[in-house]
């Protein structure tokens, strides 16, 4: 069961559209696959054995340590994304670990020896990550970028667009959100305080631009946020 539900996993995802059907069934066996819960850590940066890992269900939070031991939430990562070592070499400067955000996540993995490996024996694979992880790192510099030139209602705003973007369910104009966040989480990932971020919420909710909860999130009319 295990085996056929990965070969569709990765048969699912565009990265290894590349591959054909009797070298998913090969990369199969070299794939781990699991499920955790809630509040789970399943990655930590200084791993002794690196690797690769594809979230097909859920949500997940990377958080990055500095030496003090302060935690900021690094990325969100969704359905279809990859994290861990995604620069294909282990970097024990980097401190941070994936913790998940949903009741349940489902995940496939591998070393990261394996996916050099399979890699240097594909080379449609290796290109076709090279663009995904090339997009993913553009779009946190572009997070960064925003961190530093941008107010924190500005930055709240743009960052409910894109997760409506992502994970909304459309309405006409009106969308929904399931709420995997706590108000900290939100405030870390904008890079600011949780009272601010709480106050931006609140007044969004007063003037009618958001209704919030702990188990969804409803903007009325995404044009006007």
Known sequence: MYEELKYWYLRDHKLFRVLSFAQIKQLCIIVGFKKANKGEIIYFSNSETPRIF????????????????????KD???????????????????????????????ICSFLLSDFEDLMLRNPNLALGYTKFVGLKMKRLKNNYSNLVSKDARTRLIAFLKDWAEKEGV????????????????????????????????????????????????????????
């Open 76 to 106: 969100i990562v969704q359905k279809g994304d990859l994290f861990g070592e995604l620069t294909l070499e282990s970097d024990s400067v980097v401190n941070e670990y994936a913790k998940v955000l949903t009741d349940e996540v489902s």
């Open 170 to 225: 459309f309405e006409n104009q009106k969308v929904t959100l399931g709420n995997y966040l706590t108000q900290n989480d939100i405030a870390q990932i904008i890079c600011t305080s949780r009272q601010t971020a709480t106050t931006l919420l609140n007044e969004m909710v007063e003037s009618g631009l958001l209704e919030y909860n702990r188990k969804e999130i409803i903007i009325p009319d995404i044009s006007v946020l």
């Open 54 to 73: 594809l979230l097909k269900r859920g949500a997940i939070k990377i958080v990055s340590l500095d030496e003090d031991g302060n935690e900021t939430i």
